[in-house]
């Protein structure tokens, strides 16, 4: 079996390069998401139990 011309490793290796750099470029994006959702349900919460501490503190408690 012939051994591939150093033009054709050029080749296939800049195509490679492509696709990687391609596929780097939608992790990114995909992490940069997941990170926009996890720091908005954690605001979410935060507020969640803002409200329920405020709730807690305006019921009387009842006597056993």
């Known amino acids: 079996m012939r051994k591939p011309s150093v033009e054709t490793q050029l080749r296939l290796t800049r195509s490679e ?3 990687s750099m391609v596929d780097r470029l ?3 994006n995909e992490v940069a998401g997941y990170r926009r959702r996890a ?3 954690e605001q979410e919460c935060a507020e969640w ?3 329920f501490d405020l709730l807690l503190a305006r019921t009387p408690e009842i006597p056993k």
């Open 49 to 51: 139990k803002a409200r």
């Open 26 to 28: 939608n992790l990114t």
């Open 17 to 19: 390069l492509k696709r």
């Open 39 to 41: 720091t908005k349900a």
